[in-house]
């Protein structure tokens, strides 16, 4: 039985399909793990939605940022925009369970029987991995409940606090702890968080941003996770550091859709064939 991550697939199905061609995925054996951003502004979200939860107990996927659009929409928060690309998904005769379904999606995954950790963006150099989990699972718990989860989503889109404070609670303390889970790239020299700049290392570096896996005092589990993400298409998927996998390839964008093995250490991609404008 091997275990594959897959970085962004924003409702590219064919590509989808295709790259789990390329890696050989069974089903019946294999484990899958998706970076999260599974839905929006690509072609075929309703499909790419529908085959994943064919997948079951074989599929493991964390919420995105786009993910997390799409409940804010379905739940009345946000109007839906046509670039999102969901139209399909909204007018889904079970969208009801696919809304449930995203609703219980983890932010966080820490894999039980391999050294894994997936997250959709990333996590701040002042938590460990055990940190993330426990605060992940905070969060968690106000989406799965109908009544908190409403008050939240109606709150979600901010950019503040932007500095963790273990004293944070309420909405504050929720709002930081997604936005880091789903939305964080770079890192002000002053440690508080940057929202807005999605560029690359290099070109974000004339700013003073850092990415967060740069801003020293991270460790992965100390040593014992492979740390998996995906969310910053500019990154190319490139990552240097040590324990750290970026699987975000721009795939909607006309990048690639990229997989990687943790029992083999290999790479896998396909090119895009769908794309859309920046």
């Not at 967060?212 to 589990?221: I, L, N, Q, V």
């Amino acid at each position: 039985m091997a275990v594959y991550c897959v970085g962004d697939i924003h409702g590219c199905y064919d590509e989808f399909r295709r790259l789990l061609r390329e890696m050989n995925f069974d089903p019946a054996s294999d484990e899958l793990l998706l970076t999260g951003d599974i839905i929006g502004r690509g072609p075929r979200p309703l499909d790419t939605v529908r085959y994943i939860m064919d997948l079951g107990e074989r599929a493991t996927f964390v919420l995105g940022n786009h993910d997390l659009n799409f409940l804010a929409i379905v739940y009345g928060f946000r109007e839906p925009k046509r670039k999102d690309m969901l139209q399909e998904l909204l007018n889904s005769p079970d969208l009801e369970d696919i809304a449930e379904w995203f609703s219980r999606a983890p932010l966080a995954f820490r894999h039980p029987r391999v050294p894994l950790f997936l997250v959709h963006a990333g996590i701040i150099p002042e938590w460990d991995i055990d940190d993330a989990v426990r605060f992940s699972r905070e969060a968690e718990q106000v989406l799965g409940n109908p009544v908190t989860r409403s008050r939240f989503l109606q709150n979600m889109f901010a950019d503040t606090p932007d500095r963790w404070d273990p004293g944070l609670t309420g909405i504050d303390r929720i709002r930081f702890i997604v936005n880091v889970l789903t939305r964080i790239r770079l890192c002000r020299p002053d440690g508080t968080l940057d929202f807005k700049n999605k560029n690359s290392p290099e070109e974000a570096a004339k700013e003073g941003l850092r990415p967060w896996f740069e801003r020293g005092g991270f460790s992965p589990d100390t040593g014992r996770s492979v740390l998996v993400f995906g969310h910053w298409a500019a990154l190319g998927g490139r990552c240097r550091i040590p324990g750290i996998k970026s699987l975000d390839t721009g795939c909607v964008w006309g990048g690639r859709l990229t997989g990687w093995c943790f029992d083999t250490d290999t790479v896998f991609s396909v090119a895009s064939g769908y794309s859309i404008p920046r």
